[in-house]
């Protein structure tokens, strides 16, 4: 849930979404970003008009990410394109993915 604040049209607040997930090794964030949240949020931030400000429901973040992981289990085509595409979502999200990251180094270091 904390991963798709990423992919809203609007300021982010990596602290924010660091504390949600500093629980988790840098490395487990790391994959359900690229792997899970990424191929289903991408298309928020490539459409040209501003389609979501406020951030998206828990409901629609955890059903359409179900059908992702799903569809992963199903289909090795779909496999196979996800894989394809982790380097563009890389890519796209290196900013920020390093904000994120410096966030959660900080508050995992406080700890």
């Known amino acids: 849930m904390a991963l798709s604040d990423l992919f809203i049209d609007n300021?982010?607040?990596?602290?924010?979404?660091?504390?949600?997930?500093?629980?988790?090794?840098?490395?487990?964030?790391?994959?359900?970003?690229?792997y899970e949240v990424a191929p289903v949020f991408m298309s928020n931030l490539l459409t040209?008009?501003?389609?979501?400000h406020?951030?998206?429901?828990?409901?629609?973040?955890?059903?359409?990410?179900?059908?992702?992981?799903?569809?992963?289990?199903?289909?090795?085509l779909y496999r196979k394109k996800v894989a394809a595409k982790i380097k563009f979502y890389r890519f796209c999200l290196k900013q920020d993915w390093y904000k994120l990251v410096a966030e959660l180094c900080q508050l995992q270091t406080e700890k």
């Open 48 to 52: 040209l008009k501003a389609n979501n």
């Open 11 to 34: 300021e982010i607040s990596y602290e924010g979404i660091a504390e949600r997930v500093a629980h988790l090794p840098i490395s487990e964030v790391e994959r359900i970003l690229f």
């Open 54 to 76: 406020k951030g998206f429901s828990e409901e629609y973040v955890i059903s359409s990410i179900n059908r992702h992981l799903l569809k992963l289990q199903k289909s090795w």
